[in-house]
């Protein structure tokens, strides 16, 4: 019996090398990476990184399940839109941190707490 | 194919890591651009040409030349992490990673049942140019992602814009 993950398989069978799952896993590992390096920095560069990353694991998501559920192009099209607004976001988070860097001399994000008070 | 997925993803994942887990912020955002060039590189097995053309265009050209020029114009201080968060971070990682094999095995599932065999690739551009400017395709969604970066030039602009007036340069002990 064989578990759902090594189910699907596209190449030659027996090889679980390019199939859906492997696509899966790739992009599981690429979110973990995403998560422990928004979660470990205090650097707002770091955590923009993250989340660029993050944004690209959802997409291989996307576009793997669009290939091989044979879904057509809706997911190839989401995740252009993803990758539209990923660049509109870095360009307005980018401008964030020059703006934090020039009022507090340093972009550690846990300096700037003039809301806290 | 399989064998570059084999490349495309292991340039991918080894990118991801050094982002994750380098000491200087010049080579994670190197590690970054590596990664996201291997995404592409998956795109293309996966057999989107026209996506995987733009991932380079957009992220690797656009979006890391703006995180370089940000990491020159603004790091001065210490980006060094501290590995003490990692033992904190590992068991949330650890049961992240769990849940999304579970999910992963429940939606594989699904796709095995509803889904059908991927068949030959072929060119998507085409199918982009009519999907995105037909009306009963996305068009509406393409013309608000057009007017929000629009908005999002303007807006950066205005942001990063060295302030005037009340609002001066506020340093407090810097670095």
Redo the contacts between chains.
């Keep these: 019996m064989t578990t759902p993950l090594l189910a699907l398989q596209a190449g030659a069978p027996g090889t679980l090398v390019g199939s859906l799952s492997s696509y899966l896993v790739v992009s599981g590992v690429l979110f973990v990476l995403g998560v422990a390096t928004i979660l470990t920095r205090r650097n707002a560069l770091y955590i923009l990184m993250g989340t660029e990353l993050i944004l690209n694991a959802a997409n291989i998501n996307f576009v793997a399940f669009a290939r091989f559920g044979g879904f057509g192009m809706d997911g190839q099209v989401m995740a252009l839109i993803v990758i539209m607004l990923a660049a509109a976001e870095a360009a307005i988070a980018l401008a964030i941190v020059l703006r934090i860097f020039h009022d507090f001399g340093s972009i550690d994000i846990t300096r700037t707490d003039s809301l806290r008070d | 194919?399989?064998f570059m997925?084999?490349v495309f993803?292991a340039l991918?994942?080894v990118g991801?890591?050094v982002?994750?887990f380098h000491q200087s912020?010049v080579h994670?955002?190197f590690g970054?651009v590596a990664?996201?060039f291997g995404?592409a590189g998956?795109?293309w097995?996966?057999?989107?040409d026209?996506?995987g053309g733009?991932?380079v265009l957009?992220?690797v050209g656009?979006?890391t030349v703006?995180?370089l020029?940000?990491?020159m114009?603004?790091?001065?201080?210490s980006?060094r992490?501290?590995f003490g968060?990692?033992v904190l971070?590992a068991p949330?990682?650890g049961l992240?990673?769990m849940f999304?094999?579970q999910v992963?095995?429940?939606v594989?599932?699904v796709?095995?049942e509803?889904?059908?065999?991927?068949?030959e690739?072929e060119p998507?551009t085409q199918?982009?140019g009519e999907?995105?400017l037909a009306r009963e395709g996305?068009l509406l969604?393409f013309e608000l992602?057009a007017v929000?970066?629009l908005l999002?030039?303007i807006?950066?602009?205005t942001?990063?814009r060295?302030?005037h007036g009340a609002a001066g340069?506020?340093?407090?002990?810097?670095?």
């Design positions: 194919m399989d997925f084999v993803a991918a994942l991801g890591l982002m994750a912020i994670s955002a970054l990664s996201l995404v998956l795109y097995t996966l057999g989107a026209f996506l733009l991932q957009i992220y656009g979006i703006l995180l020029f940000a990491v114009l603004s790091t001065r201080d980006t992490m501290a968060r990692y971070v949330i990682i992240l990673g999304l094999f992963y095995q429940g594989l599932q796709v095995t509803l889904g059908s065999p991927p068949g690739p998507t199918r982009f999907l995105f996305y969604p992602v929000l970066l999002v030039l807006g950066a602009v942001v990063a060295r302030g340069p506020r340093r407090e002990s810097t670095t």
